[in-house]
């Protein structure tokens, strides 16, 4: 009966089309040759900027806001002036510092800003840095981080080595300052703040320890296969370079410079079910880094959210643990793995679908209970490339269970 149903025929042509996605080899860079690159594209003048410190708010105790002129200058005077707001903890003596790294085209760093003011109340200073494009360095007429990945290669180039350059900038002003411990120093990043954060490990040795949240690397394959990058590499092929884009996003990509941040401690917190960073982009950076702490929460890249005090509470243990002041087993953390997809079944029937997570076999195969329009069931699945699943649908008709092989799409928040 199969053979007469048009639908479940096209299903049938979609599992056998469809493959796992494969990552392209990125390989890191031997020691010496990361430090000489770095030296070429990150490198930092004798002289530190002149930092500006200024109350944020009235009435508001413990936090400020810090400026400095960018080392890396774009002709955008805005954007050159780098700015970042420091959270300063209640408790006495030096204290260590953790620079966070925002997301991509943040309005308001909002989740990076509950992170920081949860790690100041925990004890560490904390400098939230305003990435290049991003909130009040949006030139104007532009949206936040609108330009950062804009235009040419030579022009998101810059836009990195700024973004890396002024994250350097800012160990220097932490170092400076007198409430915090100059040997402490460390960094979380989130999303693309992982992205470069882990740049930012290999060629800063004042960097001691990091939390990479969401964060991957081999950028050639994270362009090609983010549901949100595939824009920006098309434009770059577009936009002409002298040599192919591979090596032209060479001296960007973490991989590049992993072997010089290897032997610091590193936590890495992924989703299993990412669309913007491939699962395959996190587990290179993974292995490059020297297969590092990594936890999986079995969302998409987005579903973290739901649990940002778990998360708040993780890293600052780790922190806690690598700077020597705590030791002890890391906390658990456990996140929903909710579920949105359209299914098409052997009957020819396409049906929208609300699935959880119960749990999982493998990293492409795992078991959901589902609610469709004809009931719940449990769902057993298989990824064969992102987004694209199939499997066996298990429910309960008329006092016996059927079991209904599926194929469809589906994405987890």
Same mark, same amino acid.
């Given at each position: 009966?199969?053979?007469?149903?048009?639908?479940?025929?096209?299903?049938?042509?979609?599992?056998?089309?469809?493959?796992?996605?494969?990552?392209?080899? *990125?390989?890191?860079?031997?020691?010496?040759?990361?430090?000489?690159?770095?030296?070429?594209?990150?490198?930092?003048?004798?002289?530190?900027?002149?930092?500006?410190?200024?109350?944020?708010?009235?009435?508001?105790?413990?936090?400020?806001?810090?400026?400095?002129?960018?080392?890396?200058?774009?002709?955008?005077?805005?954007?050159?002036?780098?700015?970042?707001?420091?959270?300063?903890?209640?408790?006495?003596?030096?204290?260590?510092?953790?620079?966070?790294?925002?997301?991509?085209?943040?309005?308001?760093?909002?989740?990076?800003?509950?992170?920081?003011?949860?790690?100041?109340?925990?004890?560490?200073?904390?400098?939230?840095?305003?990435?290049?494009?991003?909130?009040?360095? &949006?030139?104007?007429?532009?949206?936040?981080?609108?330009?950062?990945?804009?235009?040419?290669?030579?022009?998101?180039?810059?836009?990195?080595?700024?973004?890396?350059?002024?994250?350097?900038?800012?160990?220097?002003?932490?170092?400076?300052?007198?409430?915090?411990?100059?040997?402490?120093?460390?960094?979380?990043?989130?999303?693309?703040?992982?992205?470069?954060?882990?740049?930012?490990?290999?060629?800063?040795?004042?960097?001691?320890?990091? *939390?990479?949240?969401?964060?991957?690397?081999?950028?050639?394959?994270?362009?090609?296969?983010?549901? @949100?990058?595939?824009?920006?590499?098309?434009?770059?092929?577009?936009?002409?370079?002298?040599?192919?884009?591979?090596?032209?996003?060479?001296?960007?990509?973490? @991989?590049?410079?992993?072997?010089?941040?290897?032997?610091?401690?590193?936590?890495? @917190?992924?989703?299993?079910?990412?669309?913007?960073?491939?699962?395959?982009?996190?587990?290179?950076?993974?292995?490059?880094?020297?297969?590092?702490?990594?936890?999986?929460?079995?969302?998409?890249?987005?579903?973290?959210?739901?649990?940002?005090?778990?998360?708040?509470?993780?890293?600052?243990?780790?922190?806690?643990? &690598?700077?020597?002041?705590?030791?002890?087993?890391?906390?658990?953390?456990?996140?929903?793995? @909710?579920?949105?997809?359209?299914?098409?079944?052997?009957?020819?029937? *396409?049906?929208?679908?609300?699935?959880?997570?119960?749990?999982?076999?493998?990293?492409? &195969?795992?078991?959901?209970?589902?609610?469709?329009?004809?009931?719940?069931?449990?769902?057993?699945?298989?990824?064969?490339?992102?987004?694209?699943?199939?499997?066996?649908?298990?429910?309960?008709?008329?006092?016996?269970?059927?079991?209904?092989?599926?194929?469809?799409?589906?994405? &987890?928040?």
């Amino acid at each position: 009966m199969f053979s007469r149903s048009p639908a479940f025929g096209l299903a049938i042509a979609l599992f056998v089309w469809a493959r796992p996605a494969g990552a392209d080899p *990125v390989a890191p860079l031997e020691l010496s040759g990361a430090r000489a690159l770095a030296q070429s594209y990150y490198s930092l003048p004798s002289t530190p900027p002149a930092f500006s410190v200024e109350p944020l708010r009235a009435g508001i105790r413990g936090e400020f806001e810090v400026r400095w002129q960018s080392l890396i200058r774009t002709g955008y005077p805005r954007n050159d002036e780098a700015r970042a707001v420091l959270f300063l903890p209640r408790a006495a003596g030096k204290r260590p510092a953790i620079l966070v790294l925002h997301s991509w085209q943040t309005q308001d760093a909002q989740a990076e800003t509950h992170l920081s003011r949860d790690l100041a109340q925990q004890g560490f200073a904390v400098l939230l840095l305003e990435l290049p494009y991003h909130l009040n360095r &949006a030139p104007p007429g532009s949206g936040s981080g609108d330009l950062m990945l804009a235009g040419d290669i030579q022009h998101v180039i810059l836009s990195w080595r700024q973004a890396v350059v002024d994250a350097r900038t800012a160990v220097l002003f932490l170092a400076s300052r007198p409430e915090i411990e100059p040997s402490h120093i460390g960094l979380v990043g989130v999303s693309l703040g992982a992205v470069l954060g882990a740049v930012c490990l290999g060629v800063e040795p004042g960097f001691r320890c990091g *939390v990479l949240i969401l964060g991957g690397g081999n950028l050639p394959l994270m362009l090609k296969d983010s549901l @949100i990058l595939r824009s920006v590499r098309r434009r770059l092929i577009r936009g002409g370079r002298s040599q192919p884009l591979e090596e032209s996003l060479k001296p960007l990509d973490p @991989i590049t410079f992993a072997a010089a941040a290897r032997g610091k401690p590193i936590l890495m @917190i992924n989703a299993s079910h990412d669309l913007v960073v491939p699962r395959e982009c996190t587990e290179a950076l993974w292995h490059a880094l020297g297969r590092p702490g990594i936890r999986w929460l079995p969302t998409g890249h987005y579903g973290p959210s739901l649990i940002r005090r778990q998360i708040t509470d993780l890293t600052a243990h780790f922190l806690s643990d &690598a700077f020597g002041e705590t030791k002890g087993p890391l906390p658990p953390i456990a996140a929903p793995g @909710i579920k949105l997809g359209l299914f098409v079944d052997s009957r020819a029937a *396409v049906r929208p679908t609300l699935g959880l997570e119960l749990g999982h076999f493998n990293h492409r &195969a795992w078991a959901d209970i589902s609610l469709r329009s004809n009931g719940l069931s449990v769902d057993v699945l298989r990824e064969l490339k992102p987004a694209v699943v199939a499997g066996l649908s298990l429910r309960r008709e008329q006092g016996n269970t059927r079991v209904i092989p599926i194929i469809g799409f589906q994405a &987890a928040l």
